[in-house]
C-alpha cells in the first residue's frame, strides 16, 4: 500500500506546483505574447492624419527596402553595435584582470570602479552633456590644457558616434567586468600552477589558458550587451535626440520618430519588428559561437 501511496503523493505534489505556478506563467506569457502579437498587427496597418485605420499587407514592409532614413538608421545601428561592443569587451576584461589581482584593494575603491552601471542613464547622459558642452565643458578644458584643439563632441557628425560609443562604454565597461571577474574566479587553479612550474611569462599565461577559459564567459557578455546595444534608446535620445541632423539617428530612435512625432504606427511597427529580428538573429549568432568555444 505504501509503494502504491508514494506515486500519488509524487503527482499530487506535482500538481499542487503547477497549479500554484500557474497564474505567474500565464502572466508572464500575457505580458510579452499581447505586445509582441498587437505590435505585429499593427505592423501591417496603416494610420491616416484622421486616425482612420485600414489593412496595409506588406506596404509597410516594402516600404523599407526604399526608405533612406532605414538603411542610415541600420547603419548607426551597426557602427554603435560594433564600436561599443569592441570597447567594453576589451576595457571590461581588462579591469576585470585588475580587480581580480589586486587582492587588497580596499572595498569602496572596488564599488567606484563598478559604479557607473549602476547610474540611471538619464543622469549618466544630462552628466555627459556638461562634461562635453563645447564651451563650458571639462573635455574640451583638458583638450586645450594640454595644447590640443577643442572638439563638438556630441554636435559635430563625425564624432558624435565614437563619442556616445565612449559614455555607453564608460557605463557599461562595469558590467561586463563584473561577468568576466565571475568567470575568473571559477578558473581551475591547478592550471596556473602547472605554467607557473613551467616558467610561463604572465602574458604567455593569460593568452594561452586565460583567454581561451575565459571565452565562453567573455562570449555571454556579449550577448547580455548585444540585446541592449541594438536597441540603443536612452543615451541619444537625452544626448542628441539622434543629432546632429540624423547622424546619430539609430532604428530605436527613428521608431520613435515615426511613430511619436509623425503618429505613423503602422510604419514605426515595422520598424520595431524588423529591429527585434535583428536583435534574435545576433543573439542566435553569439550563441552558436559560444557553444563552439564552450570547454
Known amino acids: 500500500m505504501s509503494d502504491t501511496a508514494a506515486p500519488l503523493t509524487q503527482d499530487r505534489q506535482k500538481l499542487e506546483m503547477a497549479a500554484l505556478s500557474a497564474p505567474a506563467v500565464v502572466f508572464t506569457v500575457a505580458m510579452i505574447a499581447f505586445p509582441v502579437a498587437y505590435t505585429i498587427w499593427l505592423g501591417f496597418q496603416t ?32 557602427a554603435l553595435f560594433v564600436l561599443s561592443l569592441v570597447l567594453q569587451l576589451i576595457f571590461g576584461v581588462w579591469l576585470a584582470l585588475v580587480l581580480f589581482h589586486a587582492k ?43 595644447g590640443l584643439p577643442p572638439s563638438d563632441w556630441l554636435a559635430s557628425p563625425s564624432w558624435v558616434i565614437p563619442t556616445v560609443a565612449l559614455i555607453d562604454s564608460w557605463q557599461w565597461t562595469p558590467y561586463v567586468a563584473l561577468i568576466v571577474l565571475g568567470g575568473l574566479q571559477s578558473l581551475p ?53 539622434g543629432g546632429p541632423g540624423n547622424a546619430s539617428n539609430t532604428l530605436n530612435i527613428y521608431g520613435f520618430r515615426v511613430g511619436f512625432e509623425f503618429f505613423n504606427i503602422g510604419y514605426a511597427s515595422a520598424l520595431m519588428l524588423t529591429l527585434t529580428a535583428i536583435v534574435f538573429g545576433a543573439v542566435l549568432a553569439f550563441n552558436r559561437l559560444r557553444g563552439a568555444v564552450a570547454w
Do not use: C
Open 47 to 78: 494610420f491616416s492624419q484622421t486616425g482612420k485605420q485600414s489593412f496595409a499587407g506588406l506596404a509597410n514592409y516594402s516600404k523599407l527596402i526604399s526608405d533612406y532614413e532605414f538603411w542610415h538608421g541600420l547603419w548607426v545601428t551597426i
Open 104 to 146: 587588497r584593494l580596499p572595498g569602496i575603491v572596488r564599488s567606484l570602479f563598478i559604479s557607473p552601471f549602476m547610474m540611471p542613464p538619464v543622469v549618466a547622459g544630462m552628466m555627459w552633456l556638461v562634461i562635453l558642452d563645447p564651451s563650458l565643458g571639462a573635455a574640451n578644458y583638458i583638450l586645450q590644457s594640454f
Open 189 to 241: 587553479p591547478s592550471v596556473y600552477e602547472a605554467a607557473q612550474i613551467d616558467g610561463a611569462s604572465p602574458f604567455k599565461t593569460f593568452q594561452r589558458i586565460t583567454l581561451p577559459l575565459l571565452l565562453p564567459t567573455i562570449v555571454t557578455a556579449a550577448i547580455l550587451r548585444s540585446v541592449d546595444l541594438l536597441r540603443f534608446f536612452d543615451i541619444i535620445y537625452i544626448t542628441t535626440q
